[in-house]
């Protein structure tokens, strides 16, 4: 069965140093993985994919994740962070029956001024 | 504008009396899945769509009900209600499976059940 593990359940930063968020999956074939941020009392949006070829993946809000299949790994970083990017952020992963993610359990990012 | 819309956004009921959630997509999306968020467990799926009159069992079903009775609407009912069904509930929706897709979520809907 597929897992998504995210160690660091808070993780706290001071605005303008950067940030990396830790994110594990099990899965017996090609992941798809996604990375989303919830703000408070917001639904979820999506920051970035992957699907295949570059492992170095872009996103919106300045975000990249790179995906490691070695080990297992879809780390989310940003060089500088601000205020706004004070949030819950959550890895997923696609099973392809039922269009299903399975999520980690969140990470929630706190920004000291 | 493109976007999942639930309603409602907060319910505060009391167990046994039945409810509905409502979830709407203006996108034609082919796909429709309830979630269900609790602390530390990230979401977890309720039940999935893959089109009208088709639907399926996600993770974790028991106590939910749902239908897709029009491409648009995927409503969630709770038939009987209880405080375990305390959560925050969001609604997904997503044009195709595997590569070419993107789950668009509602903005959620918090149930208490006392």
């Known amino acids: 069965a597929q897992s998504v593990t995210q160690p660091d359940i808070h993780i706290t930063v001071s605005e303008g140093a950067s940030l990396e968020l830790r994110c594990n999956y099990s899965y017996g074939a090609t992941p798809y993985l996604f990375w989303y941020v919830q703000s408070p009392g917001q639904g979820l949006q999506l920051l970035l994919k992957y699907f295949s070829g570059d492992t170095l993946v872009q996103g919106i809000k300045g975000f990249e994740a790179e995906f490691k299949r070695s080990q297992s790994s879809f780390n989310l970083r940003k060089p500088s962070v601000h205020w706004s990017d004070a949030a819950e952020y959550f890895c997923a992963v696609l099973k392809a029956a039922g269009n299903k993610l399975t999520f980690g359990g969140g990470t929630r990012v706190l920004v000291k001024p | 504008e493109a976007q999942v819309t639930q309603n409602p956004r907060y319910l505060i009921t009391v167990t046994g009396k039945k409810l509905t959630v409502t979830c709407s997509q203006n996108?034609?999306?082919?796909?429709m899945s309830w979630y269900r968020q609790d602390p530390g467990l990230g979401l977890r799926q309720i039940y999935y769509?893959?089109?009208?009159?088709?639907?399926d069992k996600g993770d974790v079903p028991e106590g939910y009900k749902v239908s897709r009775k029009e491409k648009r609407n995927f409503p969630l009912i709770l038939e009987s209600p209880s405080p375990n069904q305390t959560s925050l509930y969001f609604c997904a929706s997503s044009p195709g499976a595997g590569m070419n897709t993107e789950a668009f979520f509602g903005q959620g809907t918090r149930l208490t059940v006392v």
């Open positions: 996108m034609n999306h082919e796909y």
């Open positions: 769509s893959m089109n009208v009159e088709v639907t």
